[in-house]
């Protein structure tokens, strides 16, 4: 994959983070943030509905790069889940 000239695209990478996360994507070293609830694995395995954050750096390209990217990989994983529960 390719992304903006001079800037490649990197990969998805998933980096825990001991803080919130704000910080590391204020100062770039990482592109997009997605927080997952602590109780997500638990309400996901009961049949509840839980949201993830996604947050974004505001007018960087880089960062909406990303965000594409993850959004489609979370779309993908929704509609695995969505099919599971049909079974």
């Known amino acids: 994959l390719s992304g903006m000239p001079?800037?490649?695209v990197r990969a998805l990478v998933v980096v825990p983070l001991a803080d919130d996360g704000e910080a590391?994507?204020?100062d770039g070293r990482i592109d997009v943030l997605l927080r997952?609830?602590?109780d997500f694995a638990?309400?996901?395995a009961?049949?509840?509905r839980s949201?993830?954050?996604l947050r974004t750096r505001d007018g960087?390209?880089?960062s909406r790069l990303a965000e594409r990217r993850l959004r489609g990989v979370l779309d993908r994983w929704?509609?695995?889940?969505?099919?599971?529960r049909l079974l």
């Open 6 to 8: 001079g800037r490649p």
């Open 24 to 26: 590391a994507l204020a």
């Open 36 to 38: 997952v609830p602590t």
């Open 42 to 44: 638990r309400r996901l």
């Open 46 to 48: 009961s049949g509840e």
């Open 51 to 53: 949201t993830l954050e």
């Open 60 to 62: 960087d390209e880089q």
């Open 78 to 84: 929704q509609q695995q889940v969505k099919q599971v």
